[in-house]
Each structure stands twice: as C-alpha cells, then as structure tokens.
C-alpha cells in the first residue's frame, strides 16, 4: 500500500462510461417533464411498426414505433426512468441491508454477542401479546420473569461489566448464514419467476423482492471482509482501550470492511437491470401496460424485420451494462491501491 | 467423512424443503388468491360477457373451483381468523401437499389436470441433455481459452479475446440470445439455423439428428457464451498466478517450453478453484434454460416453468423450485466431495 495515492487519471472510457450514466440517471428523472409527443404505453394505431421517421406531417416518431404502435423513444425514457426508480433504489436497499448484516454476523461471529437473558423474555412477551395466542397465563408469566431477570441483570451488570451470567450468545453468524443459503438454493431468476407468479407486484413490493434476492452477496462479502479486519491490530487496541463492541463496530470496523463494496455495487446494479430485464423481457410479474428495455425487447419477437425495436433499446441495455462494470473496475482500482 | 457426508445432505435436505415449502406457502397466501386467478383465466371462454352472470352463481362456481383444487381446506396447521388462533390438525392444505409431496406425488396442475412430476420428468428429458452438453462443451473451451490467455504473449488477439469475454460476462442472457436469434435466424437476414419449425415427420433417424442439432445450435452457443466468462477468466488468472511460483521457474529451468509448464504443472493447481465455479455454473445454467428455452421456443422444464408462472399454475411453480433447489444443493454437496477427492489439504478433520 503506497503511502500517498496519485491522482485518479479517468481515461476516455471511463468518461464515456460516467457521462452516459449521467444522461441515463436525468432522462429516467426528468422523464415525467420532457416534451414528448408520445406516452410510452400509449398504442398509436394509425403507425404501427413505423422505421424512424423525421419528416413532417404531425409529431414524428424519431425512433419508430413497435408492432403494437408504441413510440419507442418514450419507450426508452420509461425504461431509463423504471431503472433510476426501480432498480437503484433496490440496490441501495439490498447493498445497506447486506453490509449491516454481513457485518454484525462477521463481527460478532457465533459467540460474541452476548444479550442479557431478560432481552429474550421481553421479545417473547411483546410477540406473544402483539399476535395475540391464546392462554393469557403465559403472557402474564412471561412478563413477571422478565423484570425479575430485569432486575437481577441489573445489579449483577453494575457490579461487574462483562459479567456471563444471565446472557445468552445470538447465534447471528448461522442466522446470516442460514438466510444467505436459503436464499441460494435457487437460482434469482428461477426464484423470481416463482414469486412474482401472483398478481403483478406494486413497483414497493418488487424493489422489495429485488433487494431481497441481493443483498445475500453483498453480506457475504463484507462479513468475510470483517473477519479479516476484526484480526487486525487496530481493532485489538480499540478493545484494549475499553471502547464497548458496539462503538468498535461501528466507527472502527464498519468503515474497512464495506471498502470492497465500493467495486461491488456497480456489479450487484448490473445483475439486478439484467435480471430485472429479463424478468420483464419474460412477461412475467409485470402490468400489460408498463414499459421497460426488457419489455420492448420482448415485442421484438412478434415482428422480425422491425430492427428498430430491438436495436435501441438493446444497445441503450448493453451501454448501461458496460458503464456499470467499467465504473466497478475502476472502483476495485481505487480500492486495491 | 461418511457422517459429514450424511450431515451435509440432511442440511441440503433440509434448505431445499424450506424453500418449497415457503414459496408453497407464499403463493397461497398472495392477494387475488390462485383459486381466484385460475377461475378467471378459465372462465373467460365460457362467460359471454363479464358481469351478466349473476353473483350467487359466481360464488357458486368459485367454492367448486375451491372445492376442486382443494384450496377449501386452511393453509397450514395453525392459522389465525378475525383475531384468534385457531388448530386445525392435520387437516390443512400444507399437510396434504406434504405428505403427498413424500410419495413422489407433487399434485396436478391447475391447466390441464396433469400430474406435475409426469410433466417435469417430460420437460426434463430435453433441458438436462441441452444443460449437460452446454456445461460440458463450456467447461473444455474453458481450459483451452484459459491456457491460451494464460500465455503472457500480449498479442492482439488475446487482448481481443479477453475484452471480448469481459463484455460477454456482463451481457444478460436473453440480450446474447435475442442478438444470436437475429443474427442467424432471421429469415430476413441470415437464415442459418432455423429456430423454429416442424420436425420431419417420416424421417430417417439421420435427417432427424440434423434437424435437431440445427435446433439446438443456437441455444447450445448462447448457453455456452453465457457461462463461458465465469469460467474462462478466473482460470486465466489462475494459472497466471501459478506461474510466478517457485515451482513454475524450476520446471522453465529444466527445459520445458511455457506451454507445457502451463499445462502439466500450473494447470492441476489451477483448476481446484474451478470447482467452486462449476457448481455456481448449474444455477447459471438453470435459470439460463428458462430464457433459452422459452426464446428457441423448445419445450424444456424452462418453458414450462415460465408458463406455469405466467399461467398462476402453483402446483407447477411449487414442484419446479423443490426440483431446482434439490438439483442445486446436491451440487453444491458434489462439490465439496470433489474438493475432498482432488485435494488432501482441504479434508474435514472431524
């Protein structure tokens, strides 16, 4: 590791890259106020599979239009505007929730973390009266021996901090592990398809779907990565000076171990446009009337002669895919140094 | 080593059941409901026009339609109604498809009242030839693309190669597909290989093995180019790695050209992080199966799982993820018997 880092020299491809995720991000935002002559859902049946036009005589298709008479530009700027809200807020989600958990489980491992036992009791008191199960009694029990736990932890905790009596160890490692399995065991496609076989989802519940089939990756990376700084000399002294695990996590290990998820994100944002096209390239999980790149790939199949359809929105797939990992690699650069 | 096997596929067992049973479980408890979906879909033939029915007939006909599926039943053992918990038993629909499930029995599907492990098997006859052979032929490419990379020659073509494979691991398969279908299946471009039509109806067994492999060509090629990246580069830059060791040098020293030092000596190390990637290549190949097979239009456990859930068809849905996630964690089990074969270091002690 060098002492001082030279300055970042982007070349011309990672200009081109960020300048066209820069245009991609103000399309899919200003979308709802650009002045177009078309809606994208909206079938313009007078032109149905029209090559693009400039000429006069009413507002132009410039694009063209599909089989369905659909204007493919206004197409092209739903999809830009699907994955600024759609897709990017998934991964933010997804890319938080796996370094929380990914860290907490490498951090604390099987055994560290330790919860006082009245904890347990309260969360099963609170469930047990929340969900409403039968037999009062045991509710009532349940809350009579957490405050005696209360109150016994409470004085065993004044009289010596670190004192095991009482606590029970999380097991968040497996718990993480577990989770991040289960979710594996599936191929994200093939999981996809199976729950979004329902009723179309709401645009909430599919960034929820999508960020729940991400962020297993994005937890496994940074709880290996945590295991590696929790070994670290610094760590070591943190806990000599008596800062409390919870402070040493956050401000002092949290920090190292997300670093690679710098390069990361980019990459788990180009799985999920590809997935996400591809599930709507499949028709499935997915209003008739909502447009996307995989959707307006999809109509391609209906007409083979309309190049038009498929090109654009194709290309506009494939340049957004590159620029993502081309900002991944020049990220991992930055990061490695 | 046979207890840690038994250990490891009671857990693979046991993840795999979980999952089915929580998509069975999910796509029972989805708003709209399946019983609902399915009337719906199959009544829009036999109902002139919406509405004019009255409503105690549409009741009617949705509790038989309930009654039929056997969705009239409660979901799971405990379920909870206007705020109370409730038992009931045995008597529940998850217990049914369960036990059912144990006996080889994975129910009938909503369409056409097919036994769903009839129609896998069906399905499965083409996907698992089409899969094996795209992981077979991706898996040779890969060793001879890897070793040529691996060659420190910086000519134009490996540069080509490798910037032609980094584009390739980002690309979606169905862009790769969709590309490959217009290139050379188009008849308005280059009609190479037909990717649809009939098969030859008397036809000696020659002509139908032509017909096929013009068939299969093009799904073959994208499922190959597809996980071809995953494998090839880390390989490459494997044996790169392997190639800086000490005992690379020694074997240059006495006299081995570089491709045979790569070949003989780099490679077997080199390939021992290759088998994490063949099992993480099955997923690839599972999901890529549903694309392929749903655009070459072939009729393969891929199709039928896309239509099955574009159909709200659950007994279907819920059978191919038992049957994904099965094939997935015996993978996964099979490579880490392979790990425990190839290389002593890695055994578990206990």
Redesign the interface.
């Known amino acids: 590791m060098r002492a001082r880092p030279t300055p970042l020299r982007p070349r011309l491809a990672t200009w081109l890259a960020l300048g066209w995720l820069a245009l991609l991000v103000s399309a899919g935002l200003l979308a709802p106020w650009l002045p177009l002559p078309y809606a994208p859902a909206t079938p313009d049946l007078l032109h149905i599979t029209t090559p693009p036009a400039w000429g006069a005589g009413g507002p132009p298709h410039y694009l063209g239009t599909d089989p369905l008479g659909r204007d493919v530009l206004a197409g092209l700027l739903a999809g830009a505007q699907r994955l600024v809200l759609l897709t990017l807020p998934a991964v933010a989600l997804a890319t938080l929730a796996g370094a929380l958990t990914g860290a907490a489980a490498g951090f604390w491992g099987n055994r560290h973390l330790r919860l006082p036992a009245a904890a347990a009791t309260w969360v099963l008191a609170a469930a047990w009266w929340a969900?409403?199960?039968?037999f009062q009694e045991v509710l009532f029990l349940l809350v009579g021996v957490s405050f005696l736990l209360t109150l016994v932890t409470w004085r065993t905790a004044r009289r010596a901090t670190h004192s095991r009596r009482y606590t029970f160890a999380l097991p968040l490692d497996s718990l993480v592990l577990g989770a991040t399995?289960?979710l594996g065991?599936?191929?994200?496609?093939?999981?996809l398809?199976?729950?979004?076989?329902?009723?179309p989802p709401s645009p909430r519940q599919l960034i929820g779907l999508l960020a729940l089939l991400a962020w297993p990756e994005a937890a496994r990376l940074v709880r290996g990565q945590m295991r590696w700084v929790r070994a670290q000399p610094f760590i070591e002294a943190a806990r000599a000076s008596g800062l409390p695990p919870g402070t040493i996590w956050w401000h002092h290990a949290l920090p190292h171990a997300c670093r690679p998820l710098l390069a990361f994100a980019p990459l788990s944002l180009?799985g999920l446009v590809?997935?996400e096209?591809?599930l709507a390239?499949?028709?499935?999980g997915q209003g008739p009337d909502v447009v996307s790149w995989?959707s307006q790939?999809a109509t391609?199949?209906q007409d083979?002669?309309a190049?038009w359809v498929?090109v654009f929105p194709?290309l506009a797939?494939?340049f957004t895919?590159?620029a993502?990992?081309k900002m991944a690699a020049v990220a991992s650069k930055r990061v490695d140094r | 080593m046979l207890r840690w096997l038994l250990g490891r596929l009671a857990r693979a067992a046991g993840a795999a059941w979980l999952t089915a049973s929580l998509v069975f479980i999910g796509s029972r408890l989805l708003p709209g409901g399946p019983d609902q979906l399915a009337l719906a879909d199959a009544s829009d033939l036999s109902r002139p026009v919406a509405g004019t029915r009255p409503a105690a007939t549409q009741q009617a006909a949705r509790l038989a339609v309930r009654n039929r599926l056997g969705l009239a039943q409660p979901i799971f053992y405990v379920t909870r109604t206007a705020g109370q918990w409730q038992w009931h038993g045995t008597a529940n629909q998850y217990h049914r498809w369960a036990k059912a499930a144990l006996h080889g029995d994975l129910g009938y599907s909503y369409r056409d009242g097919q036994p769903v492990a009839t129609l896998l098997v069906h399905a499965l006859r083409y996907t698992l030839p089409l899969a094996a052979s795209a992981a077979g032929l991706a898996v040779g490419l890969a060793l001879a693309l890897g070793l040529y990379l691996a060659r420190a020659t910086g000519s134009v073509w490996q540069r080509l190669v490798a910037n032609l494979l980094n584009c390739l691991q980002i690309t979606p398969l169905f862009l790769l597909a969709l590309g490959l279908l217009l290139l050379f299946a188009n008849p308005e471009f280059l009609n190479l290989l037909p990717a649809a039509g009939q098969a030859p109806g008397a036809a000696s067994h020659g002509q139908l093995a032509a017909y096929w492999l013009g068939r299969l060509a093009l799904p073959l090629l994208s499922l190959v180019l597809a996980v071809l990246p995953e494998l090839t580069l880390p390989l490459a830059a494997g044996l790169r790695q392997e190639a800086t060791s000490g005992y690379a040098t020694t074997a240059r020293a006495k006299g081995l050209t570089t491709r045979q030092m790569l070949r003989h000596h780099a490679l077997p190390n080199a390939v021992i992080p290759l088998l994490t990637t063949l099992t993480d290549l099955l997923p690839t190949l599972v999901a890529g199966t549903v694309i392929v097979e749903v655009l070459f239009a072939l009729p393969g456990s891929g199709r039928l799982l896309a239509e099955a859930a574009a159909a709200h068809d659950y007994p279907l849905v819920v059978g191919g993820v038992l049957v994904t996630a099965t094939a997935r964690l015996l993978g996964l089990l099979l490579a880490d018997v392979l790990y425990f074969l190839v290389d002593p270091r890695l055994r578990p002690t206990a």
């Open positions: 969900l409403s199960f039968p399995t289960l065991s599936v191929p994200r496609l093939v999981l398809v199976a729950l979004a076989a329902g009723p180009a590809g997935l096209s591809s390239f499949l028709g499935i995989g790939l391609m199949r083979s002669t190049w498929a194709g797939l494939l895919l590159l993502l990992q």
